[in-house]
């Protein structure tokens, strides 16, 4: 018998289909099962089929020039049919044979190292090589994929509903005069920010890829002062700039995202962050990650002449809020004993600040409109 059932994947998304391969003189006859129940027909010629690979005894095809096609087979008496229907053509590398022929037991044992070296890729390479693509995304795709995220997040408030922890409820107020106080403040960003207040009590704050940054009205409760909130924007801003945001997703997101990037499916990488999205708001951030988005903040206070002591304060109210109950902010942005000493350091005494007018007077706005909530 020449037919054997497969797996068939195109090479352009991450689809798998289902359907038989026949093997015929100088091709292979591939027949596909369509979503509407129809027959598809693809010729495989000999000469293009490359090197197989194995995964237990699951045997890959791949066919044709970038990006491959390829085919899964499990079927134990496919091999053999192989030699019989094409005696004269190498389809395995000689240690492959040499493998099976030395039984089941050295193949075993070649299958179990190999499982360990995958799950060591998988657990400690895998997610440093999506945190490196991460740096490759153009611009465009990764502020769609933040407002598209950021949609499935927040919700327009609706008479009588109250915000969830999934789907925050937007203060319009509050968050029209944050974006009024974002733009007399030069980030030296080439990214769309966009401030966004949510009506929930948690003290937090969250950054996504792109320039959307959410803020929790108990965050910005507790603040006194316009230099708390620069420095809280300064940071968050630096988490997009630097694409933090878009390096944790990735790295979360790892083992989802590698066959969508090898195959260059952009569209699967979509779905896989729409999918996690409501996931992806309390990703913890590397220690070097924080300190790089501390140093930018507390750069872009200075460049705007903004008191440094702002930095330093806004650590100050996440660790006395600490104190009653953890603030969530804490849980994705960890306050270390570093972060504290670097800004008490960079703190500038005597300092020559440039009084920015509007700054302040959207700040009063803002505690006005904090009072009336």
Known sequence: MNTFQIKYFDGVTSAIQEG???????????RLEKPDGTMSSIHWQLKDIKQTEFVGNTNIFKYGDFPQQTLECNDPDFVKALSLQYPDYEFFKKEYFWALNKGTGVFVGITVVLLLLCVGVYKYILPSVAESLALTVPQEYEIKWGNMMFENMIQAPKKGEMGSELNLTKNDTLSRLANQFVKEIDFKTTYPIKITVVNEKVVNAFALPGGNVV?????????????????????????????????????????YLFM???TNDLNGITAVILDNANKLQNLGYSRELEAEADESSMKTLKENKIPTKGLLNLFKILEDSSQVAPPELLSSHPLTEERMKFAKKNQIMNEKIIENPRLESIWKEILIAENKL
């Open 215 to 255: 803020v929790f009205n108990g965050l910005l409760k507790k603040m006194k002062t316009k230099e708390e909130f620069a420095a809280l924007l300064g940071h968050e801003v630096a988490h997009v700039t630097h694409k933090h945001s878009l390096k944790n997703i990735f790295r979360s997101l790892s083992g």
């Open 260 to 262: 969508s990037l090898i």
């Open 20 to 30: 038989t391969v026949k093997l015929s003189y100088g091709h292979w006859d591939i």
